[in-house]
């Protein structure tokens, strides 16, 4: 998923933000997965999955994005908050010491902020 998921030019439905958190979720499980019978695309993978994050994070902070959604339920209560928890927790170059740590916390800040219906 290489666009951000707020762009400022459309709604976005609850189910979409869901979905992308799942799929945040799924990428970091499959990351951890990996992890363990091969390091080498798991950190791959984990730095594919950083600069989402990244764009995401970034594109939240944007004061244009943050008004175009400041009433949307998701966005600021769910959404940013767990993008931000999960790009920002580790720091510096993505390496294979950091490289689990930053897997599981990307799936659990996701499956934390995930709305429960």
Do not use: C, W
Request: glycine share 2%.
């Amino acid at each position: 998923m290489d666009e951000v998921l707020f762009d400022g030019t459309h709604d976005i439905s609850e189910e979409i933000v869901i979905e992308k958190m799942n799929y945040f979720i799924k990428e970091a499980n499959v990351g951890m997965e990996l992890f363990q019978t091969n390091k080498k695309e798991s950190l791959i993978l984990a730095k594919r999955l950083r600069k989402e994050l990244e764009r995401e994070y970034k594109n939240n902070n944007l004061n244009r994005t943050r008004k175009y959604y400041e009433n949307h339920k998701l966005f600021s209560a769910f959404y940013t908050p767990a993008v931000q928890d999960a790009y920002v927790k580790t720091t510096g170059p993505l390496s294979y010491d950091k490289l689990y740590s930053f897997l599981y916390d990307v799936e659990s800040y996701m499956r934390y902020f995930i709305p429960h219906e």
